[in-house]
């Protein structure tokens, strides 16, 4: 729908709800049993009746006021899923909230005084998936809009509750209520998600237990699992800011051990090997994408479950003696990662998150304990400091300058350039097909021969240093040559 005629159907649902507010006479139900003309204008004065006989003078229109504003909020959501975030279009379309969530209050304040719990549940409901996971500052800002107009304000307000988090709290009591299981489990998500985003975690994780909603989520529909799924990222977080590095670990790991955390998320498409989606169930996965301004910092939650990996792991190594011990991995993933590094044999300066943590890790392992606080806080990556005295890293605050902006948005455009590319290649070369199978079979070639020649040439023939001749392909069998060749010759010396 365009913005234009969306802005018209929410101003003229807003005039209609106040109209039916002030106005008790008219009332608008979805179930109007008798039939009637709607081109002759009726008033409470020719109509006497209602549909039982009664003599009430109420006129009735057949219609849906609930329907009306889940339609609206679903279009509003529909148009951020369609506009680039990185743009001026997704800032000036994301203003016009404050409108749907006035039209929504107002919705609520009606089937309030008309004692319609069921429409008043769901519109509750909408409500508060706009306040649930937003800071206090942005919730305050949504709720002023509705100091100007007291005389429709409905009863669950900012004014009543005192703060945000008391507002979140209201609205969930109020849905805990309901004979809807949807709306009720929905409500204890939104609020576990509220209490963690507080960093309440106690609170958030003994609700979790008692409702015992990793029970029965899997037999949810798929907007619930999304919703348990980022309420379950959020607890994780919320561990680790409150420094509890084991509990952060085993919660995050339920997510980050499937590898597909942008899929659980609703925060991109999964691009699967060995299936292809149809166009239709492509659609359909677009439609439950959440908007931009919704989203999780997915490198964030990774570099705090590989964070707390690394100090449930490695501690655990140190103290196993036998190799069987060791095997037994408390992350299997943070495990194949930190064997993978062990692995090389050169390695190169860390060039992100992950490579920061794994070398970290190597440092812990040799007890370099300040190396991998070094490796941990590094210059023009991560503004902190580590302040000795109390014991803690002090983060500061740096803005983004407008160079630095244009950037990320670059790198994050051919991010999704490069991800739309290996999908293509992938639809055309069957979607099993990776680089190293290429028809022209240079891509297995090459790793064979650096294998071959960079080993059995350089212990069988080469004795000498730099100027022996070569027998391995590529970069990485030549270092390799030579770095043998060197040894070779200083153990020749000291013989």
């Known amino acids: ?121 769901r519109v509750i409901m909408r409500r508060l998936e706009h306040i649930y996971y937003k800071p206090d500052a942005v919730v305050e800002a949504l709720e002023q809009i509705l100091g100007a107009d007291a005389a429709n304000r409905p009863v669950l307000s900012l004014q009543s509750a005192g703060n945000p988090q008391g507002l979140v709290h209201s609205i969930c009591i109020l849905l805990y209520k309901t004979s809807n299981p949807i709306l009720r489990t929905r409500a204890m998500l939104c609020h576990i998600y509220n ?145 993978h590094a062990n692995r090389q044999v050169f390695n190169g300066p860390p060039e992100n998150t992950r490579d920061h943590i794994m070398q970290a890790s190597r440092a812990l392992q040799d007890g370099e304990w300040q190396k991998a606080r070094d490796l941990m806080i590094w210059n023009e990556e991560l503004a902190a400091s580590l302040d000795q005295a109390a014991g803690v890293v002090v983060f500061h605050r740096v803005e983004a300058s407008k ?23 992938d639809s055309k070369l069957g979607g099993n097909v990776g680089w190293q199978d290429r028809g022209d079979g240079k891509g297995g070639e090459k790793r064979g021969g650096e294998a071959a020649g960079g080993g059995g040439e350089r212990r069988g023939t080469r004795t000498g240093g730099r100027g022996a001749p070569r027998g391995g392909r590529g970069r990485g069998a030549r270092f390799a040559q030579g770095l043998g060749g060197q040894v070779t010759g200083a153990q020749a010396t000291r013989a």
């Open 1 to 121: 729908m365009p913005r234009d005629a969306w802005m018209s159907v929410q101003e003229e649902l807003d005039q209609l709800v106040r109209l039916l507010i002030r106005e008790p006479s008219y009332s608008v139900d979805e179930a109007v049993d008798f039939e009637y003309d709607e081109m002759v204008e009726r008033s409470p004065e020719t109509v006497k009746t209602d549909k039982e006989g009664r003599e009430d003078g109420i006129v009735r229109i057949r219609g849906s006021i609930i329907s009306f504003v889940d339609r609206l909020d679903d279009e509003f959501t529909r148009s951020l899923q369609n506009i680039d975030p990185h743009g001026t279009e997704y800032i000036e379309r994301l203003r016009d909230e404050q409108g749907l969530y006035k039209a929504i209050c107002l919705a609520e304040s009606f089937f309030e005084r008309t004692s319609r719990d069921d429409a008043r549940a």
């Open 195 to 339: 209490h963690a985003l507080h960093n309440d975690f106690y609170t958030a994780r003994d609700m979790i237990l008692m409702s015992h909603l990793q029970e029965s989520v899997h037999s949810a529909d798929v907007s619930t699992q999304i919703l348990y799924n980022r309420t379950i990222v959020q607890v994780g977080l919320c561990a680790f800011r409150c420094g509890l590095i084991k509990e952060s670990q085993q919660i995050l790991q339920e997510i980050f051990s499937t590898q597909r955390v942008k899929e659980l998320l609703a925060q991109g498409l999964h691009q699967q090997r060995y299936t292809t989606l149809t166009p239709e169930q492509e659609k359909a996965e677009r439609t439950r994408q959440m908007p931009f301004h919704m989203h999780i910092n997915t490198e964030l939650a990774e570099a705090a479950f590989l964070v707390a990996s690394m100090l449930v792991e490695i501690p655990l190594l140190a103290s196993l003696d036998t190799e069987e011990a060791r095997r037994k991995a408390v992350s299997k993933s943070f495990r194949r990662l930190l064997d």
């Open 403 to 425: 160079l630095q902006q244009l950037a990320l948005t670059l790198s994050e455009r051919v991010a999704q350039l490069v991800e739309q590319n290996e999908k293509s290649l």
